[in-house]
């Protein structure tokens, strides 16, 4: 529930006020809050929880860290299946 | 030695395996509070890795686990109404409350839907203006600033059909309440990495200072969590009680600020209930009153008893250190996670669901 997820920002939006970017995790593609994170710029790595980022990591320990927790198996449930469209409404509960 | 083998620096672990041996001379019992170190521990086997004098326990580190069943009643409740949509985080769906859980209501019809971020939520209830659209969430501190900025923002885009109803719980309480009973047993502490991130480490100073107890922060991989046990026994064996970061590529000594503005202004601290702790003083957040309109508790007329029903379920025990979840009669027979008995058994972070991820075929065996 803690784990946060090491991404790349690809580029940064404001959304509603909120400033929205897309981080790439791996190969999926993710709409991120960048507001606890003021500093950050397009091209930084970042650490997300929940949607949301909280702390800026260099990119040699982003890119360790995602191989780690990717070999560890604690992605699952952490990242939805793909990005998500403005369509979507929820997600299929797994059983 | 072979879990460590696929690990990404296990010559390391190695080296401070070995290190931890050289220090060690007499029995100590640590005790880490994160439902991912525990999964990490008991995925590497950690604990059997180390000196057999260093008892690894593992505390109320998942804020899903810790969450009362009747907050589950209500949620529930709530789903159960023709006019609401109830959304959370995939984890707690499952979450047994004193008679079912949200998957059961979500069969029986009640629109519940599964998020992976407040901004989801959020979402969600914009594009169902018709409809209330409640978030149930959960957290401890690294959680909790992303469910305050879904109200804030609520709030600030005049969203009136999003409601929060939550549970968040925090770190520091929980380990004055552990320290303070009288059967505690744990000498050390492992500190949550993420929590930290958010809120910085001078909380954790104070716990140290106070208590005279070593505290070390760790993070999520096996070395990190050796190392941090390596600081501790090093601390214990020298009969120091001191306070160390062992996880300073994300965590800085004040934390995150801006994380902590938000928080401190959609939330203020209060008394909080853990499930199979019982009630903690301060150690759980309620939404201040200019946030009033948003909150579930205060804007639905939710009678669910707030009692808590009794069962054969020991998780209050292995909660505090005392026990083991392999020391339950329930364990792998009557419980498992395809059908929880307790809320340790639900979420994967939690301490009985790692036992019976990783330990349940030894159990077969010695039985």
């Not at chain 2, 499952?94 to 971020?117: C, E, I, N, W």
Request: glycine letters at 8%; one cysteine or more; hydrophobic letters at 40%.
């Amino acid at each position: 529930m803690c784990l946060a997820i090491p991404g790349k920002v690809v580029s940064i939006d404001n959304e509603r006020e909120i400033r929205i970017g897309r981080v790439q995790f791996g190969g999926v593609m993710q709409p991120v809050s960048l507001d606890f994170v003021p500093e950050v710029v397009v091209g930084d790595y970042v650490l997300v929880h929940v949607g949301f980022a909280i702390a800026q990591v260099n990119e040699e320990e982003a890119e360790l860290t995602y191989r780690a927790l990717e070999q560890m198996g604690m992605l699952e449930g952490e990242l939805p299946p793909c990005e998500e469209s403005d369509a979507r409404s929820g997600y299929e509960v797994p059983r | 030695m072979k879990y460590l083998d696929e690990y990404r620096d296990g010559d390391l672990a190695q080296r401070v395996l070995r290190e931890i041996e050289r220090k060690v001379t007499q029995p100590w019992v640590l005790m880490e509070i994160c439902g991912g170190q525990t999964h990490t521990i008991m995925r590497y086997g950690l604990d059997q890795l180390l000196p057999q004098s260093i008892e690894l326990v593992h505390g109320p580190g998942c804020p899903v686990c810790v969450t009362p069943a009747s907050l589950l009643d209500r949620a529930i409740g709530l789903a159960q109404r023709e006019d609401v949509t109830l959304v959370s985080y995939g984890d707690m769906l499952r979450v047994p409350g004193t008679s079912q859980d949200l998957f059961s209501a979500k069969a029986r019809g009640a629109d519940v839907r599964m998020v992976y971020s407040p901004l989801d939520a959020l979402r969600i209830a914009r594009q169902n203006p018709h409809r209330k659209v409640v978030f149930l969430a959960v957290g401890f501190e690294t959680t909790a600033p992303a469910n305050a900025m879904a109200v804030y923002q609520a709030h600030r885009e005049g969203l009136d059909n999003f409601y929060l109803l939550a549970s968040h719980v925090l770190v520091p309480p929980a380990i004055r309440a552990l320290i303070g009973s009288d059967d505690n047993r744990v000498q050390g502490f492992i500190a949550p990495g993420h929590v930290c991130t958010v809120v910085g480490c001078s909380d954790y100073e104070d716990l140290v200072r106070d208590y005279k107890m070593p505290i070390v922060v760790g993070g999520f991989e096996p070395v990190d969590l050796l190392q941090a046990i390596l600081t501790l026994v090093t601390m214990l064996e020298e009969g120091r009680a001191e306070f160390a970061n062992d996880y300073t590529r994300s965590v800085s000594y004040h934390g995150n600020l801006e994380a902590q503005r938000i928080l401190g202004e959609v939330f203020e601290v209060a008394d909080q209930p853990w499930r199979g702790l019982g009630e903690i003083p301060m150690s759980g957040l309620r939404l201040r009153e200019k946030f009033a309109a948003w909150d579930a508790d205060r804007v639905f007329d939710l009678h669910v008893a707030r009692e808590e029903a009794p069962t054969e379920c020991i998780s209050a025990q292995i909660l505090k250190g005392l026990r083991k979840p392999t020391d339950c009669a329930a364990f792998g027979s009557k419980c498992s996670p395809e059908s929880p008995m307790g809320a340790p058994m639900v979420s994967s972070e939690g301490a009985c669901s790692a036992y019976y991820q990783y330990r349940r075929h030894e159990l077969v065996t010695l039985r």
